[in-house]
């Protein structure tokens, strides 16, 4: 596998990722409608995020300016994103609370800060470095948020 087609993998799972959490916020959203909005503009933002990497993708397919640094495998990505799966599936069950969606968001939202996903990919281009910094950015702002709904209902 050469450097762009490792870079697509990578690039496509954190697509994949950033939709599927988009999914669960979504089925949050529905679960508990007193939050309605709270998880509905988390799961917009999330999509948001998988369009703007969905740019980058392209940028990496055309051979502009972007390559892939590899600190983690696009395996590592995957794996997550059937645990994201599993979540949607355990928000199913009747003793599943608010609390409960609140722990595995900020779990989900703290990792993704933590582990740097969006530090994947290095560029030349001012539009790439923004898009890297809003992704980032973005991704502690998530925490944060969920942070303060998880305290306020603990």
């Keep these: 596998m050469n450097a762009v087609q ?3 993998r990578l690039l496509e799972a954190l697509k994949v990722h950033e939709k599927e959490i988009a999914g669960l916020y979504e089925v949050y959203a529905e679960t508990f409608p007193a939050y309605s909005s709270f ?3 988390l799961s917009k933002e999330e999509i948001e995020h998988a369009g703007w990497i969905e740019r980058l993708q392209a940028k990496i ?6 390559f892939v640094v590899e600190r983690f495998p696009a395996a590592a990505i995957e794996k997550s994103i059937s645990y994201v ?3 949607i599936n355990k928000a199913g069950e009747a003793d599943f609370e608010l609390i409960d969606a609140l722990s595995e968001a900020l779990h989900l939202e703290e990792a993704l800060s933590e582990s740097k996903y969006f530090e994947v990919l290095e560029g030349d281009s001012d539009e790439t470095k923004r898009t890297l910094t809003l992704l980032a950015s973005s991704s502690r702002k998530h925490y944060q948020k969920v942070r303060e709904a998880w305290q306020n209902n603990r």
């Design 61 to 66: 397919e055309d051979g502009t300016e972007v």
């Design 85 to 87: 799966n599993g979540l």
């Design 6 to 8: 490792a870079g697509n």
């Design 39 to 41: 998880w509905t503009d």
